[in-house]
């Protein structure tokens, strides 16, 4: 089959990221399939480069990732909906092939998407696992795609999920994705590329949504070949600048983490690179393994500083976890961005501000602040009706002169978030995330 695998993903605040799933996904296609990638992050006009591509492509199958659904600066989701709906559209105008939808966005509610979005499969979960089954399936006039785990797709008007499979990847046997044939702006403007060293999630976050993509089992890499695959990347033109490990949480569990930092150690890894971690499983030696394999930044999902609320989120932490969490990156010179959400179900003014006032006493190197909102609220309108006076004072809050920070980001209220803001930042030379350079540029 001719393929065509679109990313839809046009993210590039506060930098473009890799599509690194979609990636993986293709080079996990069988070679027998003729494979192009075409990638909207940086077009213009994205319907008409997607309708043009396509119609000179004669594709039999295309294959759209969604990555996700709400979109960094927090503005309003419902517009990341249509424009998938609008991309199934200028599909349908170029090409009479069937289109199948996957990746972490759509993976979060399918059965909702598929009715909404309307295309002909989708594939919630690992794309890696599914996918070559349903070319299979496609190419036996449809017959088996109701044993392929976590397939969707429509009969009789009606959309038919199936159950997820009961095993997952070995994540040894996944090929190494060709960052080869990704546009030379991710590098060349924004020098960030993406590695991952295990899947699944063993937490039990209240609001995440990884152990619906990924699941709650984890499955580690080899150190040596997450390594090996780094330095590949490296021969890339141009080559990335930074790396950042995209697992849920790269601390977790500790022993992976600190054998993958050994493995950069002792092949003298030089190129700097961030992280997810957890508090809760933070320590000195872990600390100084990341910062002699020239671990640059980590990000923490820190969420709330009022126990109550870490409690209810189910984080697994508290505040004290975080402080240490804090206290040790700095010993260490690495470091730390927490991200911090505000207004969830049954919080009150009162626990926000207690967040907060906790921030200004942490003083970690840079802050980013959401306000909560419920992907479902992108279903039920009547949930932004209910939660938007706490919203709205929240947002006072933020921008009082009581909490106006250099090194606090707001994103959905554009408070150290704007794209001239991020353009000098890189012009300037500034690599990786760029709340790293936040403090220091201020």
Partial sequence: MNIAFVSGNREILPSAVVPVGLLYVMAATPEEHDKTLIDLCFEDDPGAALRSKLAALKPDLVAISMRNIQRNDYGDPRETIDYYVGLIADIRKATSA????????????????????????????????????????????????????????????????????????????????????IDEQYFGEFGIDSIQTKRG??????????????????????????????????????????????????????????????????????????????????DEEFAALAAEAKCAGMEVGSDSGCDRILQKLRKGFKVEHIRRFHEIA?????????????????????????????????????????????DYELLEPQRIEERKKLRADIEALLRSDKYTFPNWSVPGLG????????????????????WQHMRKAS
């Fill in 98 to 181: 069937k289109v199948v939808l996957g990746g972490s966005g759509f993976s979060v509610m399918p059965a909702e998407l598929m009715e909404e979005i309307k295309p002909d499969f989708g594939i919630s979960g690992e794309g890696e696992f599914a996918f070559p089954r349903l070319l299979a399936a496609m190419e036996n006039d449809g017959d088996g795609l109701e044993e392929i785990g976590a397939l969707c797709y429509w009969n009789g008007g009606e959309v038919v999920v199936n159950d997820r499979p009961v095993g997952f990847l070995d994540m040894g046997t996944l090929p190494f994705p060709d960052k080869n044939i």
């Fill in 201 to 282: 999630c063993s937490m039990h976050c209240d609001y995440c949504v990884y152990p619906m993509i990924e699941g709650r089992k984890m499955r580690m890499r080899e150190p040596t070949s997450i390594v090996d695959e780094m330095f590949e990347a490296l021969e890339a033109s141009p080559a990335p600048e930074h790396f950042f490990i995209v697992d849920s949480v790269f601390n977790l569990p500790p022993k992976h983490a600190k054998a993958v930092c050994r493995e950069m150690i002792e092949r003298n890894w030089q190129t700097p690179w961030t992280c997810y971690v957890n508090p809760l499983f933070f």
């Fill in 330 to 374: 700095t010993k260490h010179g690495i470091r730390d961005c927490h991200t911090f959400i505000l207004g969830t179900d049954s919080e009150t003014i009162e626990d926000v501000q207690e967040s907060l006032d906790f921030i200004v006493d942490l003083d970690p190197h840079s802050t980013i602040i959401n306000i909560w909102f419920d």
């Fill in 415 to 434: 408070i150290n978030f704007d794209e001239r803001q991020f353009r000098a930042l890189r012009h300037a030379g500034y690599r990786g995330p760029l």
